[in-house]
């Protein structure tokens, strides 16, 4: 089940299946549906005055034309297979573009943290640490460290 579609659910699913509270776990910019369909958005919008023959005959032209340029271009793709036996490819560029924009962000956002951290009880980072450590051994209901309370704001009416 993909990470978006993962939220959508109960919350005890969230808990112990999310890839957010898997150590070592990395995300990408859309999930592989996304990422393959996003760029048929720019020519759905142009079919919406279309007859429904004419808007298939554009779209099956746009995804063949798709499908085409990623086989002509299949020396620069890495191939990647996912679990269901599907092939999915990724093109270099596109990876290496992710992976520059990921170091970046932790180049962001780490003086953040350590402020953040540099301003709590130092008690209370160690068992923070020592519990998540446990939660990534054991899994299951040790992941309910991440569950966070909260109430509903009232509303003015």
């Known amino acids: ?15 112990k299946f999310s890839l957010n509270f898997v150590e070592g776990a990395g995300e990408v910019d859309g999930e592989i549906m996304e990422t393959l369909w996003s760029p048929l958005d720019e020519v759905a919008g142009l079919t919406q005055a279309m007859s429904v023959a004419h808007r298939q005959e554009v779209l099956d032209a746009y995804i063949n034309d798709s499908n085409w340029r990623k086989i002509v271009r299949i020396g ?8 269901v036996i599907k092939v999915t490819s990724f093109t270099a560029d596109s ?10 962000g ?7 943290f350590e402020q953040l951290t540099d301003c709590l009880d130092a008690s209370w980072v160690q068992e923070w640490t ?28």
């Open 1 to 15: 089940m993909g990470k978006w579609h993962l939220a959508a659910h109960i919350q005890e699913c969230f808990l």
């Open 130 to 157: 020592k519990q998540e450590r446990v939660a990534m051994e054991n899994r299951g209901e040790d992941l309910k460290i991440y569950d966070i309370a909260s109430e509903k704001c009232r509303t003015l009416h």
């Open 106 to 112: 932790v180049c962001d956002t780490k003086p953040a």
């Open 76 to 83: 620069k793709n890495l191939w990647c297979i996912h679990v």
């Open 95 to 104: 990876l290496c573009g992710k992976w520059t924009r990921a170091k970046q």
